[in-house]
């Protein structure tokens, strides 16, 4: 049961650092334009030696935002309540600390998910009909590493939960 939960802490605590590192930087995507290549992010986009915030509030990009944002968010609680649940702190018994926390790490999964596939329709909805010289960047990529990395967190904390789940007819 304790190396499924680690597992499961150890895969959720890099999906949250690559969730937080892709979210606040700015190479989502490249692109090539007048001889120099330029790049964007959520935030703000860069052209040789400037950046500069965004300025329009476009819906992908918020949409995209506040998904990212709500699975960083679920994923830190998911933490929390997994370490709770590895380390058997007792104050709140009235919940399944282990099972709250797969099911955590599934919605941030699942969020990361909408994110990366909002982002990914609508970019190349856009920039592949329009232009010809562009790619997702690292920060794209790390976006996509996350999603795996949340959905294992999940099922490591599912199967510590079966593990540790009473059966049979005296359990009752």
Not at 31 to 58: A, E, F
Not at 70 to 91: D, E, K, P, W
Request: with cysteine; glycine share 10%.
């Amino acid at each position: 049961m304790y190396s499924f939960m680690g597992g499961g802490l150890f895969c959720a605590g890099l999906g949250n650092i690559l969730l937080v590192i892709s979210t606040a930087t700015d190479y989502w995507m490249q692109y090539r334009q007048s001889s120099s290549y330029m790049h964007q992010g959520l935030w703000r986009y860069c052209v040789p030696g400037k950046c500069m915030t965004y300025t329009d509030s476009i819906a992908y990009w918020d949409a995209t935002r506040a998904f990212m944002i709500l699975a960083i968010l679920a994923c830190s609680f998911g933490i929390i309540i997994g370490v709770m649940a590895f380390i058997n702190y007792s104050s709140f018994n009235a919940f399944d600390k282990t099972f709250s926390a797969g099911i955590l790490y599934f919605i941030s999964c699942f969020f990361v998910l909408l994110a990366m596939a909002v982002y990914t329709g609508m970019t190349v909805n856009y920039y592949g009909k329009r232009y010809g010289n562009w790619r997702f960047s690292w920060s794209y990529i790390m976006g996509w590493v996350s999603v795996v990395l949340m959905f294992f967190s999940g099922i490591f904390y599912m199967c510590a939960y079966r593990m540790y789940e009473p059966r049979g007819p005296m359990s009752r």
